[in-house]
């Protein structure tokens, strides 16, 4: 009989799959839910890519993922497969993170016991990785209806950051919501 599958032998398993994918696996959990094995499985973008991994490639992934987990020994014969990826609000914890983030604002807990919020202008890659570093430029919400006052840029190292999390903007300025647009306002001309 063989040993039972483990979160680890688990990740060795698919990791190939999902690397083949052009993802960046990020967890394994195994658990057992209502009686019944989970494996829950969360996924990522490589650092080089800008965007969200979306729900075709969680879906396309999926399908492999649980192709390789048939023919791993030691899970259950019946398990619940659950995958998804890291989703917008989740805590920003590695380089790759805040490098999808820039152009966002962020809260930044820091290792001192105090804090930073601001829009992330940069992520710095050191020559090693306790060199890497953000750029952050403070952002403090304006007062009834006013602008925001934004400082000086702050260059930190990631050491010094204990959690970061992106703060859901559910509108910026006009000029952004137009997608940067600063034309004035009024019936645009036509070329034809």
Request: aromatic content about 2%.
């Amino acid at each position: 009989m063989p040993a039972p599958a483990s979160a680890q032998r688990i990740r060795e398993t698919i990791e190939p799959v999902v690397t083949a994918a052009g993802l960046w696996l990020e967890d394994v959990e195994l658990g057992r839910e209502g009686g019944q094995a989970v494996v829950r499985v969360v996924l990522d973008a490589p650092e080089d890519v800008e965007e969200q991994v979306d729900l075709d490639g969680v879906a396309d992934v999926s399908r492999a993922v649980s192709a390789a987990l048939d023919d791993l020994d030691g899970l259950p014969d019946r398990y619940t497969l659950e995958v998804s990826s890291r989703g917008a609000t989740a805590p920003l914890v590695a380089r790759r993170h805040y490098a999808r983030a820039i152009g966002r604002l962020v809260v930044l807990r820091l290792a001192d016991g105090g804090s930073l919020t601001g829009r992330l202008v940069d992520v710095e890659r050191g020559t090693t990785d306790a060199d890497d570093a953000v750029v952050v430029t403070p952002e403090t919400p304006g007062v009834k209806g006013r602008p925001a006052k934004i400082g000086d840029p702050v260059r930190l190292p990631l050491a010094q950051v204990r959690e970061g999390r992106v703060e859901v903007e559910l509108v910026r300025d006009k000029d952004e919501a137009r997608g940067g647009d600063t034309a004035p306002d009024g019936p645009q001309g036509r070329e034809d």
